[in-house]
């Protein structure tokens, strides 16, 4: 996953102020720094990481996405990548990363949408290495898998906080079910609900509890988001075969509540979402929120053949200008 955003970019005003040259034209600044070994190929390596051009545009943040990122360090795979960068830090270090765009772009990676500037610059803390060393495969992975389960529970501990804090700063008055699914119904509809095997005809829109759009079925809303726009996708609402475990279980439960005509927020605790594993930028124990609307009911045609299996959200990042 770190890979993926070798193609974005990030940094923040170093307070000792001095950048030094490394190989391919990287610059670094290390201005906290414990003295810890220097990371290693073959290490774990948890952090935070902010992505920026030098526009001053953040593409990326783990601050925002509510967890560290992890990734096992490599040898550099070019002159001046972000493993050279890596390998100049430790455990407890704070630094800024400078890495010249053109450099970046001319080895394959695809230019982010929007995108200007001359410097893909990253801030980063080290949160955690984990020495692979002359420790034997079983026993490093070991190391790792706890550490990884230890951050996890951390994070389900926080879970109903963070959906307590949401429902309070969205002003909401929910309604919560037997499976800690919360709702508010915003545009009561008209006629009965529907029923398990049913077709609901649905807009939405999917955001994390820090507000960012992930992803949604609403062109306007996917420009108003500054979402990064597929030409290919046809933005129009998605029909959902509900009651049937095609889609996460927390719109299985509450697309039932809803009849024709109605709009609702599903707040939907990781549990009832993806769970302890994420998707995309959607981590570990992650509550989330959708804003639904239902366009219509069909019932099923038992001579009609099965429907394809619906697109589910995508967890597009949003991009800011």
């Not at 037997?178 to 939405?204: F, M, R, W």
Request: charged share 20%; hydrophobic share 40%; with cysteine.
């Amino acid at each position: 996953m770190f890979l993926a955003l070798a193609s974005l970019g990030l940094g923040l005003a170093s307070c000792n102020g001095g950048f030094k040259k490394a190989d391919g034209g990287l610059l670094y600044d290390i201005y906290t720094t414990k003295g810890n070994p220097t990371i290693q190929p073959g290490d774990f390596v948890s952090l935070n990481l902010i992505v920026k051009t030098d526009g001053d545009s953040v593409l990326f943040s783990s601050y925002e996405a509510g967890r560290q990122m992890q990734m096992a360090a490599q040898k550099p795979q070019t002159k001046g990548d972000i493993f050279t960068g890596l390998a100049k830090l430790a455990e407890g270090d704070s630094a800024a990363i400078k890495i010249p765009a053109d450099s970046m772009f001319k080895k394959g990676q695809q230019k982010p949408p929007g995108f200007k500037g001359n410097w893909i610059i990253y801030t980063l803390k080290i949160e955690k290495v984990i020495a692979k060393g002359n420790l034997t495969d079983q026993v490093f992975q070991g190391r790792v898998a706890d550490f990884i389960k230890s951050q996890g529970l951390v994070l389900k501990q926080q879970e109903p906080a963070k959906i307590k804090a949401y429902i309070a700063h969205q002003k909401l008055t929910v309604t919560q079910t037997a499976d800690t699914l919360y709702y508010q119904i915003t545009q009561q509809g008209t006629g009965p609900k529907p029923v398990v095997g049913d077709t609901v005809v649905v807009n939405y829109t999917g955001r994390l509890l820090n507000g960012k759009v992930f992803d949604t079925s609403v062109k306007d809303t996917a420009t108003k988001e500054k979402m990064q726009v597929d030409p290919m996708r046809q933005y129009k609402p998605i029909h959902i075969p509900v009651g049937e475990k095609r889609v996460i279980a927390g719109w299985d439960e509450g697309l039932l509540l809803l009849n024709k005509g109605s709009k609702a927020t599903l707040v939907v605790p990781s549990s009832l979402a993806y769970g302890e594993r994420g998707v995309s930028i959607i981590g570990p124990f992650t509550p989330i929120a959708f804003d639904v609307e239902i366009i219509d009911i069909i019932k099923p045609n038992p001579n009609a053949p099965k429907p394809q299996m619906p697109m589910m959200p995508q967890a597009q990042a949003p991009v800011k200008k």
